[in-house]
């Protein structure tokens, strides 16, 4: 079965046609960055309206990439939520429009469990059961997943992902939007040592998280700093240590909780590599394994809606015409596969 995905929940439009067979045969993707940066942030309207312009063009690319023709495909996923609901509408009527001219079936997709299912994508894939660790830009969770659909959700964020923490931290730093990744460069130039920020609620038991308060404590640092070039450094060497060690405090407690011995990490702040290094780190001295999808399925992307959709579909599961953009929509309500 080959299955047409569509992401556009926040400000990237990723196509991609995955074949439950032969695996990936294309991917694309379209990023708004350059368009929300002068405003240091995604504007919502500003992004259904990008959507709108690119997502025709780039499924024309994709299919025709991946060798094919649009008869070839056999279903279609879209991303149904959590997300800004002017983007996922976008994809959603697309999805559905084409689901209705080509006469096959659709679904709506939980973003989320997109993350979760992209290291599937990859040659070494986690079997089932495991822990997930998803840490995206809008959430941060702590999973236990039994099979596809079958979710516990063990800890979440109560405040601010780590990604948007990542990013407004960033921006506190006068780093340009998405900082994430900007500050992580950064951190790899400063010294451990100089500045000691919070592992936020790592001090009671409970898998939840808040990092809201590290952005302040930023906020402080900055502030009574020289705000020298290696001062800079050793600031946001802290902030992602902080982040990390928390992350890696909390992932640990989960998988003891739930007797776990794999742990899947994936969503944005999955590409960074101090975090990737210290959870390999931890899996290891565990005797437990850690997978993570490759850099370009860490962020959002249409290859991992595709891959969810393509298991969904495979089993006989569809979304009818008249399925709704789901802003916001609790991984636990999916139904098992
Ligand atoms: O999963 P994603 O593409 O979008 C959401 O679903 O939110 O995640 C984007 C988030 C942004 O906050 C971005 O700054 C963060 O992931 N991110 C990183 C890195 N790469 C992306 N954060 C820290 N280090 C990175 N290397
Ligand atoms: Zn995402």
Redesign the pocket.
């Known amino acids: 079965m080959r299955v047409l995905g569509i992401e556009t ?2 400000d ?1 439009t990723g196509i991609a046609v995955y074949d439950t067979t032969a695996g990936l045969l294309s991917h694309s993707l379209y990023s708004q960055i350059k368009l929300h940066a002068d405003y240091g942030g995604v504007v919502p309207e500003l992004a259904s309206r990008d959507h709108v312009r690119k997502i025709v063009p780039l499924i024309r690319e994709t299919i025709a990439e991946a060798g094919l023709v649009s008869s070839d495909i056999d279903g279609i996923a879209y991303t149904r939520g959590p997300g800004l609901v002017g983007a996922l509408l976008v994809g959603a009527s697309v999805g559905k429009s084409l689901a209705y001219a080509w006469n096959i079936p659709s679904i709506g997709i939980h ?1 989320m469990e997109g ?1 979760l299912l992209a290291p599937m994508l990859e040659d070494d894939r986690p079997e089932f059961p495991f822990v997930a660790l998803l840490v ?4 941060t969770l702590l999973v236990d997943v039994q099979g596809i659909g079958q979710y516990t959700v063990l800890g979440e964020s109560i405040d601010d992902a780590a ?2 923490a ?2 407004k931290t960033a921006k506190l730093m006068g780093l340009d939007y ?4 900007l ?2 460069k950064l951190a790899d130039h400063g010294e451990p040592g100089h500045y000691q920020f919070p592992r936020p609620m790592t001090d009671r038991p409970g898998l939840d998280f808040s990092f809201s308060g590290l952005k302040t404590f930023a906020a402080n640092t900055i502030r009574a700093s020289d705000n020298q070039d290696q001062t800079r450094a050793n600031i946001a060497f802290a902030f992602q240590e902080a982040v990390v060690d928390t992350l890696v405090i909390k992932s640990k407690r989960a998988l003891k909780q739930t007797g776990r011995k794999r742990l899947v990490v994936a ?3 999955s ?3 101090y975090l990737r290094t210290q959870l390999s780190e931890v899996m290891r001295s565990l005797r437990g394994q850690v997978y993570y999808p490759s850099l370009a399925f ?3 992307n249409g290859a991992m809606i595709a891959y969810a959709g393509a298991q969904r579909l495979n089993a006989g599961q569809k979304s009818d015409y008249d399925c709704r953009a789901k802003p916001r929509w609790p991984l636990e309500e999916l139904p098992a596969l």
Not at 178 to 181: F, K, L, M, T
């Open positions: 929940s926040c990237e973003h993350h995206s830009g809008g959430h990604g948007e990542f990013d998405p900082g994430g990744p500050l992580a969503g944005g702040v590409a960074n590599h860490c962020t959002d």
